[in-house]
């Protein structure tokens, strides 16, 4: 069974850091682009962070470029996301994803095949 476990979320006061976690097990992900998308209360599910299948080639959604770095360790099966300089409108539940195979760093959630179940970020002002 294919499973993206994420973990790191928490509460954080504005201007502090988190680093997410996707876990992922049951097959590998090596030739697999890998995403971070969030959804905040009420809005719809937007893209934050993507790397290619080859980890050369990642996209950030412009609001966190500059403050959030994605990163994925292919020993581990892993995809990081740290986030600095945090603020309130960072607030949401971040999910990872896995999107097909050799895929560029897209910011389509379409393109992405399987999800986490997420993980809560709060960002106190």
């Known amino acids: 069974q294919v499973q993206l476990v994420e973990s790191g979320g928490g509460l954080v006061q504005a201007g502090g850091s988190l680093r997410l976690s996707c876990a992922a097990s049951?097959?590998?992900?090596?030739?697999?682009?890998m995403g971070w998308f969030r959804q905040a209360p009420g809005k719809e599910r937007e893209f934050v962070a993507a790397?290619?299948?080859?980890?050369?080639?990642?996209s950030y959604r412009d609001s966190v470029n500059g403050r959030f770095l994605i990163s994925r360790n292919y020993a581990k099966n892993t995809v990081y996301l740290q986030m600095n300089s945090l603020k309130p409108e960072d607030t949401a539940v971040y999910y990872c994803?896995?999107?097909?195979?050799?895929?560029?760093?897209?910011?389509?959630?379409?393109?992405?095949?399987?999800w986490g179940q997420g993980t809560q970020v709060t960002v106190s002002s």
């Open positions: 790397i290619s299948w080859s980890g050369i080639e990642t």
């Open positions: 049951g097959r590998t992900f090596s030739n697999n682009a």
């Open positions: 994803a896995a999107g097909r195979t050799f895929l560029g760093a897209s910011r389509l959630g379409r393109e992405y095949e399987y």
